[in-house]
């Protein structure tokens, strides 16, 4: 998505270049970076104005200038993607901060020729760009246009939900996303960080329509997922008995507690609670009893009811199940409508959307 990064002082001497390994440039960056220097220096002296973007052929650039030390600098960006430009603008502005920041002895002084201790900024730049997301951004596009289960990619500040980046086919209801998806991410950070200490991976929500939405938090970017599968119980999920007669399981929860007493559970589940939305626990059991989570179990409410409401609002469905994923536990709630099902798994062993759909479904069919 990225093709290239310059940094050229205002000599017009290129202190560093990064592009990404299957680039097929013809290696001119100095030659390169001389033209752009003196189209800069002419639009600032005949029309008293910096270039902020240049459109080639098939190539945008996008420039930033930083003029506080004694070396002045322009930062600049290539790219193909001109839907990215909004992003981009982030990126540079982080490169340029970061650049500055590292080298600040160095670019504080007069130029002396020597630009081999700037390489050392290529681990920084991945970094960078791996907290924009700008890594799996190129593989998300290929997977959408190919028609396999993924039908859009949407990209979000984290804090205010200003949709950055969208490639989709489906529609997407941009406005619903940019409102809730921040918010029930603020809920999941809160859950894992306050209870297990973790830092929050991953969210997955899942339809009865089998319509899969993942929220992966990088560190400047919310990165929103849509997929689609096949398989659609919606009629027989709804028609449990559970869901059809609400308060005969309200009023007489032990009703509800004997079918699941009686189920096998699969090895990858190491505890189990059935929770009423009040955060009542009516059942449980450790299978693996070396930690327990029933203290932290009655806060997942939260978690689910902002789950439930955006599977309401963006899809129009019924809830199947939620779950967020940390760096060691995993916690998926199955929704019962007065009652979730709460299943807590080490995500070494959950760690795929289709194995907790598939775990999730396995004991959707022995209520049956």
Same mark, same amino acid.
């Given at each position: &998505?990225?093709?290239?990064?310059?940094?050229?002082?205002?000599?017009?001497?290129?202190?560093?270049?990064?592009?990404? #390994?299957?680039?097929?440039?013809?290696?001119?960056?100095?030659?390169?970076?001389?033209?752009?220097?003196?189209?800069? %220096?002419?639009?600032?002296?005949?029309?008293?104005?910096?270039?902020? %973007?240049?459109?080639? /052929?098939?190539?945008?650039?996008? !420039? =930033?200038?930083?003029?506080?030390?004694?070396?002045?600098?322009?930062?600049?960006?290539?790219?193909?993607?001109?839907?990215?430009?909004?992003?981009?603008?982030?990126?540079?502005?982080?490169? &340029?901060?970061?650049?500055?920041?590292?080298?600040?002895?160095?670019?504080?002084?007069?130029?002396?020729?020597?630009?081999?201790?700037?390489?050392?900024?290529?681990?920084?730049?991945?970094?960078?760009?791996?907290?924009?997301?700008?890594?799996?951004?190129?593989?998300?596009?290929?997977?959408?246009?190919?028609?396999?289960?993924?039908?859009?990619?949407?990209?979000?500040?984290?804090?205010?939900?200003?949709?950055?980046?969208?490639?989709? /086919?489906?529609? *997407?209801?941009?406005?619903?996303?940019?409102?809730?998806?921040?918010?029930? &991410?603020?809920?999941?950070?809160?859950?894992?960080?306050?209870?297990?200490?973790?830092?929050?991976?991953?969210?997955?929500?899942?339809?009865?329509?089998? =319509?899969?939405?993942?929220?992966?938090?990088?560190?400047?970017?919310?990165?929103?997922?849509?997929?689609?599968?096949?398989?659609? !119980? #919606?009629?027989?999920?709804?028609?449990? #008995?559970?869901?059809? =007669?609400?308060?005969?399981?309200?009023?007489?929860?032990?009703?509800?507690?004997? /079918?699941?007493?009686?189920?096998?559970?699969?090895?990858?589940?190491?505890?189990?609670?059935?929770?009423? &939305? *009040?955060?009542?626990?009516?059942?449980?059991?450790?299978?693996?009893?070396?930690?327990?989570?029933?203290?932290?179990?009655? =806060?997942?409410? %939260?978690?689910?009811?902002?789950?439930?409401?955006?599977?309401?609002?963006?899809?129009?469905?019924?809830?199947?199940?939620?779950?967020?994923?940390?760096?060691?536990?995993?916690?998926?709630?199955?929704?019962?409508?007065?009652?979730?099902?709460?299943?807590?798994?080490?995500?070494?062993?959950?760690?795929?959307?289709?194995?907790?759909?598939?775990?999730?479904?396995?004991?959707?069919?022995?209520?049956?």
């Amino acid at each position: &998505m990225i093709d290239g990064i310059l940094i050229i002082n205002d000599s017009g001497a290129l202190l560093y270049n990064w592009h990404p #390994e299957n680039y097929e440039g013809d290696g001119k960056d100095d030659l390169f970076s001389g033209f752009l220097t003196a189209i800069n %220096s002419f639009a600032t002296v005949e029309r008293g104005e910096d270039i902020k %973007s240049l459109k080639l /052929k098939e190539t945008r650039l996008i !420039f =930033e200038k930083y003029d506080e030390l004694i070396q002045k600098l322009t930062i600049v960006i290539t790219t193909k993607n001109e839907e990215l430009i909004e992003l981009l603008h982030a990126v540079i502005h982080d490169i &340029m901060d970061k650049f500055t920041e590292l080298f600040l002895d160095s670019l504080n002084k007069e130029f002396d020729g020597a630009v081999s201790q700037f390489q050392i900024f290529d681990t920084h730049v991945k970094f960078i760009i791996k907290s924009h997301g700008l890594d799996i951004l190129d593989d998300s596009i290929r997977d959408i246009d190919d028609f396999t289960t993924l039908k859009s990619v949407i990209y979000l500040e984290p804090k205010g939900g200003t949709v950055y980046y969208i490639h989709a /086919k489906q529609y *997407v209801d941009k406005e619903k996303i940019s409102f809730l998806i921040p918010l029930i &991410m603020n809920t999941a950070k809160l859950l894992n960080q306050n209870n297990f200490n973790e830092q929050l991976y991953w969210i997955l929500l899942n339809t009865v329509r089998s =319509e899969i939405l993942i929220i992966e938090p990088r560190n400047k970017i919310l990165i929103v997922k849509q997929h689609q599968l096949t398989e659609d !119980f #919606e009629e027989e999920f709804l028609g449990l #008995e559970f869901f059809k =007669e609400k308060e005969k399981y309200v009023k007489k929860p032990k009703k509800l507690i004997e /079918k699941f007493e009686n189920i096998k559970w699969n090895p990858s589940i190491k505890q189990i609670y059935l929770v009423d &939305m *009040v955060g009542k626990i009516f059942y449980s059991n450790l299978i693996d009893s070396t930690f327990d989570c029933s203290e932290y179990v009655p =806060e997942t409410i %939260s978690f689910l009811t902002s789950s439930k409401k955006i599977s309401e609002e963006i899809y129009c469905r019924t809830l199947f199940n939620a779950s967020l994923g940390g760096e060691k536990l995993v916690t998926v709630c199955l929704n019962f409508n007065n009652f979730t099902l709460i299943i807590i798994g080490s995500t070494q062993e959950l760690s795929s959307f289709s194995i907790i759909q598939n775990l999730c479904s396995e004991i959707y069919r022995k209520l049956k």
